[in-house]
Nanobody, 124 residues
Framework: QVQLVESGGGLVQAGGSLRLSCAASARTFSRFGMGWFRQAPGKEREFVAAISWSASSTFYKDSVKGRFTISRDNAKNTVYLQMNSLKPEDTGVYYC?????????????????WGQGTQVTVPS
């Protein structure tokens, strides 16, 4: 099991930026794909972005393409989500997740381990 701890959330005005971080406990972190999901109040958790173990592949939800960037530093066992041009609809709890097997990058079921989440609020 991988322990994941997110940080970097907060309240930001529309058009602003935040960078989320997710620190992983596993020494084998560099072998995992990683993903970010979010959950808005009253809505289901949804895919936001993902990155392969080598960072050679990245994937994004259509509505965040061009605004969000996922990256990782395997030496620090950390994955990041840089969020620019934030909108009120980006509000939610953001979770990072570890993909230790070969599940889909885009589905919740494709990930085995989850962090506790960090709140991002963009007032309208």
């Amino acid at each position: 099991q991988v322990q994941l701890v997110e940080s970097g959330g907060g309240l930001v005005q529309a058009g602003g930026s935040l960078r989320l971080s997710c620190a992983a406990s596993a020494r084998t972190f560099s072998r995992f794909g990683m993903g970010w999901f979010r959950q808005a109040p009253g809505k289901e958790r949804e895919f936001v972005a993902a990155i392969s173990w080598s960072a050679s592949s990245t994937f994004y939800k259509d509505s965040v393409k061009g605004r969000f960037t996922i990256s990782r530093d395997n030496a620090k066992n950390t994955v990041y989500l840089q969020m620019n041009s934030l909108k009120p609809e980006d509000t939610g709890v953001y979770y990072c997740a570890a993909r230790r097997s070969s599940g889909s990058y885009f589905l919740i079921s494709g990930y085995e381990d989850w962090g506790q989440g960090t709140q991002v609020t963009v007032p309208s």
